[in-house]
């Protein structure tokens, strides 16, 4: 990270911290909820399959930047399946670079060719080891890794939302992140449970065995871009939601957090880790703020 970056991260957390203020400092925008896939464990996936116009998305960037966002995701559906006549995802993460966000990354299922050496992060969906991924997301395990072989840059993190079928599979994804070339980290999160996924989603007891694991896998080298102090609050879901400081936007809209923010209940369930990370972070929590200080130093 650039030392500019990081003064201006500082200076908005200690506003923050100090002053309790909910200005936004991370956005998403969704560029299609159009996907190749059908994840068991997925709600959010073509419900219009709409592509949104290079102009929306453009639109929308401006005006999460001109909120005060600097840390920018593009999101889906699969984000790769975005395009408007000659403008790819990528010329989306160049052009958000030029505009003034610093940190730029995509979240994907990996079964597109990856060739985004501009975003900061590439979160490539990886839901266990063959038999249990291929099992959530289909029969794409073997064309991901080829994908990730061929990437042209070395800025992939594994993203593992960890549920039912692969709670077992933690281990399997760490020694992966750590063994496989373009791979920085892996991140994770636990099944939020939506409606129509709640079989999914773990207990609290197994929500803690996944924790202990993660903690040795640390332990043991394996780069997790996640903060251990954040896992005490995952297990019982007693951090505070939503995430002020975290924006989505989807097709115009805007939402707080996440796009999720509309399900009644969801949040008291939450299990994305960024939430916890984020609202212990701007609360102060001591412990969160240097882990997030060594964590965002050593992987971004
Ligand atoms: C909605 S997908 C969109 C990007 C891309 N299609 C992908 O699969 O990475 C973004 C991430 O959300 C995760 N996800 C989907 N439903 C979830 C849920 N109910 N709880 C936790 N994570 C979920 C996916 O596994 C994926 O890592
Ligand atoms: S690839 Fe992503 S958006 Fe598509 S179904 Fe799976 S989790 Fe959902
Ligand atoms: S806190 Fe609520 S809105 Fe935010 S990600 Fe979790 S479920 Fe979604």
């Given at each position: 990270?650039?030392?500019?970056?990081?003064?201006?991260?500082?200076?908005?957390?200690?506003?923050?911290?100090?002053?309790?203020?909910?200005?936004?400092?991370?956005?998403?925008?969704?560029?299609?909820?159009?996907?190749?896939?059908?994840?068991?464990?997925?709600?959010?996936?073509?419900?219009?399959?709409?592509?949104?116009?290079?102009?929306?998305?453009r639109?929308?960037?401006?005006?999460?930047?001109?909120?005060?966002?600097?840390?920018?995701?593009?999101?889906?559906?699969?984000?790769?399946?975005?395009?408007?006549?000659?403008?790819?995802?990528?010329?989306?993460?160049?052009?958000?670079?030029?505009?003034?966000?610093?940190?730029?990354?995509?979240?994907?299922?990996?079964?597109?060719?990856?060739?985004?050496?501009?975003?900061?992060?590439?979160?490539?969906?990886?839901?266990?080891?063959?038999?249990?991924?291929?099992?959530?997301?289909?029969?794409?395990?073997?064309?991901?890794?080829?994908?990730?072989?061929?990437?042209?840059?070395?800025?992939?993190?594994?993203?593992?939302?960890?549920?039912?079928?692969?709670?077992?599979?933690?281990?399997?994804?760490?020694k992966?992140?750590?063994?496989?070339?373009?791979?920085?980290?892996?991140?994770?999160?636990?099944?939020?449970?939506?409606?129509?996924?709640?079989?999914?989603?773990?207990?609290?007891?197994?929500?803690?065995?996944?924790?202990?694991?993660?903690?040795q896998?640390?332990?043991?080298?394996?780069?997790?871009?996640?903060?251990k102090?954040?896992?005490?609050?995952?297990?019982?879901?007693?951090?505070?939601?939503?995430?002020?400081?975290?924006?989505?936007?989807?097709?115009?809209k805007?939402?707080?957090?996440?796009?999720?923010?509309?399900?009644?209940?969801?949040?008291?369930?939450?299990?994305?880790?960024?939430?916890?990370?984020?609202?212990?972070?701007?609360?102060?929590n001591?412990?969160?703020?240097?882990?997030?200080?060594?964590?965002?130093?050593?992987?971004?």
């Amino acid at each position: 990270m650039k030392i500019s970056s990081f003064l201006h991260f500082a200076s908005f957390g200690i506003r923050t911290i100090l002053f309790r203020k909910k200005d936004p400092i991370l956005g998403t925008v969704i560029v299609t909820d159009k996907c190749n896939l059908h994840c068991k464990h997925c709600s959010v996936n073509n419900i219009t399959a709409v592509v949104h116009p290079y102009r929306q998305i453009r639109g929308e960037m401006q005006t999460l930047y001109d909120m005060g966002v600097r840390i920018l995701f593009f999101c889906g559906g699969e984000t790769f399946l975005w395009r408007d006549g000659d403008k790819s995802l990528r010329d989306l993460v160049i052009e958000a670079k030029e505009m003034g966000f610093l940190i730029v990354n995509v979240v994907t299922n990996g079964t597109f060719p990856i060739d985004l050496p501009e975003a900061d992060l590439i979160l490539l969906s990886l839901d266990g080891d063959r038999d249990r991924h291929n099992m959530i997301r289909g029969d794409t395990y073997d064309t991901i890794m080829e994908n990730i072989r061929n990437a042209t840059a070395d800025n992939i993190c594994f993203y593992m939302a960890i549920n039912q079928i692969n709670k077992d599979c933690v281990r399997d994804v760490c020694k992966k992140a750590r063994d496989t070339a373009h791979v920085k980290a892996v991140s994770f999160n636990f099944h939020t449970p939506y409606p129509d996924t709640r079989d999914l989603a773990l207990g609290r007891e197994e929500k803690a065995e996944c924790c202990r694991v993660i903690t040795q896998m640390m332990k043991e080298g394996c780069p997790v871009f996640n903060l251990k102090g954040a896992f005490p609050y995952l297990i019982d879901n007693r951090f505070p939601t939503p995430c002020h400081q975290c924006l989505v936007m989807e097709n115009g809209k805007l939402s707080v957090c996440g796009r999720c923010i509309d399900v009644p209940g969801l949040c008291d369930e939450c299990g994305y880790f960024f939430v916890a990370e984020y609202t212990l972070l701007f609360r102060g929590n001591p412990r969160i703020v240097l882990e997030m200080l060594f964590t965002y130093l050593k992987y971004i």
